[in-house]
């Protein structure tokens, strides 16, 4: 390069990359932590189903739904066969209901958002949590009062290690503390 050149590219040109990178770089943590650490998130559902109402006013059990969650490592969205057990029969003609029946159907699943996530790079597994007598509202709120299942929890490291050490005066449930050692979550 000349040294016209170098001077122009050192003056202008590599700031200017420097904070395309940087801003790039920023937007795509913020975008990323509000994902995955998104207290308040809430997405749109393509079917308004209410917790409040099935949790809350009807009492049905998380478990009822979310069947595997004491024996996988994952909570699992119910099959629509679970919500057409009461949904052949009930409030059928409801606009929910019917869209709720067209996927069950045509044999096409429920394209839902996921609101709760634990980030990639952890392993978190339900069922150790469930059957240690952990409750889920602990992590996941309050549903049974929730007409749009929000985020209310923090899934960070910090919120996990927290609750680990400190399981037995915060979780009436439990009467140990969890483990903490890197590997449990970092595998």
């Known amino acids: 390069m000349k040294p016209f050149q170098l001077d122009h590219f050192l003056k202008v040109r590599l700031p200017l990359i420097l ?3 940087v801003a790039s770089g920023v937007a795509t943590y913020s975008v990323s932590r509000a994902e995955r650490d998104g207290v308040g998130y809430a997405p749109v559902q393509p079917i308004a189903f209410s917790h409040k109402l099935h949790a809350g006013t009807m009492r049905i059990d998380c ?5 595997a969650v004491t ?3 994952h909570a699992t969205v119910p099959a629509l066969s679970t919500c057409m057990n009461c949904h052949s029969v009930a409030r059928k003609n409801r606009p929910e209901i019917i869209k709720l029946t067209k996927y069950y159907e045509d044999g096409t699943a429920l394209p839902w958002k996921r609101v709760h996530r634990v ?3 952890a392993y978190f597994n339900h069922s150790v949590h469930v059957n240690k007598g952990i409750d889920c509202a602990h992590c996941h709120g309050a549903v049974e009062n929730m007409d ?3 985020q209310v929890n923090q899934f960070t490291m910090a919120a996990c290690l927290d609750c680990h050490r400190n399981a037995p005066e915060r979780i009436s449930q439990a009467s ?3 483990p903490d050692n890197c590997s449990t979550c970092h595998r």
């Open 19 to 21: 904070f395309v990178a």
């Open 119 to 121: 980030p990639d790079y």
């Open 176 to 178: 140990a503390k969890g």
């Open 63 to 67: 478990q009822y739904c979310h069947t």
């Open 148 to 150: 749009v299942v929000t």
């Open 71 to 73: 024996v996988s490592p």
